[in-house]
């Protein structure tokens, strides 16, 4: 499932117009169809149907939808937020339609529309061309679709009106969709930021365009999917021992947070790795052993504690309850001269990245490095503002991945994880997930996750796509048990062996 840029998107659409031998009206009409449908399967005791309409093409789409909503019976109006005399080309044929098939129109001023209980309100403002700020006429459009979307369903075409299909960005305001009617390609900005948000569930039609098309025009961007690798983890040899499954070593837990690495230690165990072990605080020791005896946990008072621990492993992961003292500093030190050494995966999350924007190590960083920010983080180590970060999670990420040789989990919502294959750079987005996963502590289980598929002999890419996907499922999955609302990063571990049963 790939996802696309606005403009890669208008270069398909043109090249179907192209090889179809078909104009842009047909493919319009297409979509109005497409878009109606959805409502009437969503809504299906909808009686009336209010679109509000701008002058583009996305408009068009609407003008046409209007028309066949008439005449499928139903009561049909169009709120438009321009001047009848700024509709050109085919919006202005589409809006001549709708209006000789008896459509009402009436302007966003107007108080003359009056809406039933049933009433499906269809977002049809602005599609996915829209680059800077929308204007004030538009913003108003948008303000009284969102305002009546307190009562009323939003079908949004394409993309919710203001959000950004690159970015997911708003654009100064933006509607909030219950569902969007999505035409030609999945647009990347409706799957992270505030498009995530904005989109509701999201239908799609390729408009019966020539997969070829599709084939010759590839996307970067794709929506991640756990069971690209699943066989590679559950498929085991019947002739296996503890040491195929590779050797993780968890570092953190400073003083007052043991339990950020003991739940990525238990990640880590539950993901499936052979051999996991723990260094933490000699305080922590028996709290690791009492939640997970089979971890093997040792208690490390300094960088040269830790030393004798960093030859065996196959992946290190260093940062959950890490901390930012001197103590901390030694084991990353540490860490780095050893990846210096030889070929070690090295995960990297909270403090760890946190010393890593302020610190300057005086080893090389790992050639093989998975880094796992939050916005937060991820703008400390770019050196921006959090705002900037979330202005462009895509370019973020991008950058983290150019900027540190590694690949990047840029947590939030719509996860990225960008890395570089076949000097190439491309980009996963995690489409799983919920609001109840925003709570301490998931982000290391999500470590530990890492760490155990890459101990399994998992590519660093691979285990970070196939991470962020399975944990963002277990905790779906969780929360049809517990709710959202006081859900834990153990409930996700409950789940996440569940998911990596064999299919078969």
């Given at each position: 499932?790939?996802?696309?840029?606005?403009?890669?998107?208008?270069?398909?659409?043109?090249?179907?117009?192209?090889?179809?031998?078909v104009?842009g009206?047909?493919?319009?009409?297409?979509a109005?169809?497409?878009?109606?449908?959805?409502?009437?399967?969503?809504?299906?005791?909808?009686?009336?149907?209010?679109?509000?309409?701008?002058?583009g093409?996305?408009?068009g789409?609407?003008?046409?939808?209007?028309?066949?909503?008439?005449?499928s019976?139903?009561?049909?109006?169009?709120?438009?937020?321009?001047?009848?005399?700024?509709?050109t080309?085919?919006?202005?044929?589409?809006?001549?339609?709708?209006?000789?098939?008896?459509?009402?129109?009436?302007?966003?001023?107007?108080?003359?529309?009056?809406?039933?209980?049933?009433?499906?309100?269809?977002?049809?403002?602005?599609?996915?061309?829209?680059?800077?700020?929308?204007?004030?006429?538009?913003?108003?459009?948008?303000?009284?679709?969102?305002?009546?979307?307190?009562?009323h369903?939003?079908?949004?075409?394409?993309?919710p009106?203001?959000?950004?299909?690159?970015t997911?960005?708003?654009?100064g305001?933006?509607?909030?969709?219950?569902?969007?009617?999505?035409?030609?390609?999945?647009?990347?900005?409706?799957?992270?930021?505030?498009?995530?948000t904005?989109?509701?569930?999201?239908f799609?039609?390729?408009?019966?365009i020539?997969?070829?098309?599709y084939?010759?025009?590839?996307?970067?961007?794709h929506?991640?999917?756990?069971?690209?690798?699943?066989d590679?983890?559950?498929?085991?040899?019947?002739?296996?021992?503890?040491?195929?499954?590779?050797?993780?070593?968890?570092?953190?837990?400073?003083?007052?947070?043991?339990?950020?690495?003991?739940?990525?230690?238990?990640?880590?165990?539950?993901?499936?790795?052979?051999?996991?072990?723990l260094a933490?605080?000699?305080?922590?020791?028996?709290?690791s052993i009492?939640?997970?005896?089979?971890?093997m946990?040792?208690?490390?008072?300094s960088?040269q504690?830790?030393?004798?621990?960093?030859?065996?492993?196959?992946?290190?992961?260093?940062?959950?309850?890490?901390?930012?003292?001197?103590?901390?500093?030694?084991?990353?030190?540490?860490?780095?001269?050893?990846?210096?050494?030889?070929?070690?995966?090295?995960?990297?999350?909270?403090?760890?990245?946190?010393?890593l924007?302020?610190?300057?190590?005086?080893?090389?960083?790992p050639k093989?490095?998975?880094?796992?920010?939050?916005?937060?983080?991820?703008?400390?180590?770019?050196?921006?503002?959090i705002?900037?970060?979330?202005?462009?999670?895509?370019?973020?990420?991008?950058?983290?991945?150019?900027?540190?040789?590694?690949?990047?989990?840029?947590?939030?919502?719509?996860?990225?994880?960008?890395?570089?294959?076949?000097?190439?750079?491309?980009?996963?987005?995690?489409?799983?997930?919920?609001?109840?996963?925003a709570?301490?502590?998931?982000?290391?289980?999500?470590?530990g996750?890492?760490?155990g598929?890459?101990?399994?002999?998992?590519?660093?890419?691979?285990?970070?796509?196939?991470?962020?996907?399975v944990?963002?499922?277990?905790a779906?999955?969780?929360?049809?048990d517990?709710?959202?609302?006081?859900?834990?990063?153990?409930?996700?571990?409950?789940?996440?062996?569940?998911?990596?049963?064999?299919?078969?």
């Amino acid at each position: 499932m790939q996802l696309y840029t606005s403009a890669l998107t208008k270069k398909i659409d043109n090249l179907a117009i192209k090889e179809k031998n078909v104009t842009g009206y047909s493919l319009m009409q297409e979509a109005a169809e497409f878009s109606l449908n959805i409502l009437m399967q969503e809504w299906e005791d909808a009686d009336q149907v209010v679109t509000f309409c701008a002058k583009g093409k996305n408009s068009g789409d609407g003008f046409l939808l209007a028309k066949y909503a008439k005449e499928s019976g139903l009561e049909s109006a169009v709120v438009l937020s321009i001047k009848q005399k700024e509709l050109t080309g085919i919006a202005k044929k589409a809006f001549q339609e709708a209006k000789d098939s008896g459509v009402k129109f009436v302007s966003l001023t107007s108080n003359k529309l009056k809406m039933t209980r049933k009433t499906v309100l269809v977002d049809a403002l602005i599609g996915t061309g829209l680059k800077g700020a929308v204007r004030e006429h538009t913003k108003d459009a948008i303000d009284k679709i969102n305002a009546l979307g307190n009562k009323h369903p939003i079908l949004s075409l394409d993309i919710p009106s203001g959000i950004n299909a690159d970015t997911g960005s708003v654009c100064g305001a933006a509607v909030v969709a219950h569902a969007t009617a999505s035409f030609v390609t999945y647009k990347k900005g409706c799957f992270t930021s505030d498009g995530r948000t904005c989109s509701g569930e999201i239908f799609f039609s390729d408009l019966n365009i020539s997969k070829k098309i599709y084939t010759n025009n590839p996307s970067d961007c794709h929506v991640l999917e756990m069971e690209r690798y699943l066989d590679k983890i559950v498929l085991r040899d019947m002739n296996s021992h503890k040491g195929d499954f590779g050797h993780v070593l968890i570092i953190g837990g400073n003083h007052g947070f043991g339990g950020a690495s003991i739940l990525s230690a238990k990640a880590a165990a539950f993901s499936g790795a052979g051999l996991v072990g723990l260094a933490t605080r000699p305080e922590h020791v028996s709290a690791s052993i009492s939640s997970c005896p089979e971890i093997m946990t040792v208690g490390i008072d300094s960088g040269q504690d830790l030393e004798q621990f960093l030859e065996k492993p196959d992946v290190i992961a260093i940062g959950p309850g890490l901390g930012q003292s001197a103590w901390s500093e030694q084991l990353l030190q540490r860490v780095y001269w050893e990846a210096e050494k030889r070929d070690v995966t090295v995960v990297m999350d909270a403090d760890a990245l946190n010393l890593l924007s302020t610190l300057k190590l005086s080893a090389k960083r790992p050639k093989k490095l998975i880094i796992t920010p939050h916005p937060g983080e991820a703008a400390r180590l770019l050196n921006k503002t959090i705002e900037e970060v979330e202005a462009n999670r895509f370019k973020a990420a991008s950058m983290l991945q150019k900027k540190y040789n590694a690949v990047v989990i840029l947590k939030g919502s719509g996860t990225l994880v960008c890395y570089e294959r076949n000097n190439k750079q491309y980009v996963g987005v995690c489409e799983a997930g919920n609001p109840g996963m925003a709570t301490g502590g998931m982000g290391d289980v999500l470590t530990g996750i890492v760490a155990g598929f890459v101990s399994q002999g998992l590519k660093p890419y691979e285990a970070a796509e196939m991470a962020v996907d399975v944990h963002a499922k277990a905790a779906d999955l969780a929360s049809l048990d517990v709710g959202e609302v006081g859900l834990l990063p153990s409930d996700v571990l409950e789940e996440l062996r569940y998911l990596l049963q064999d299919s078969e």
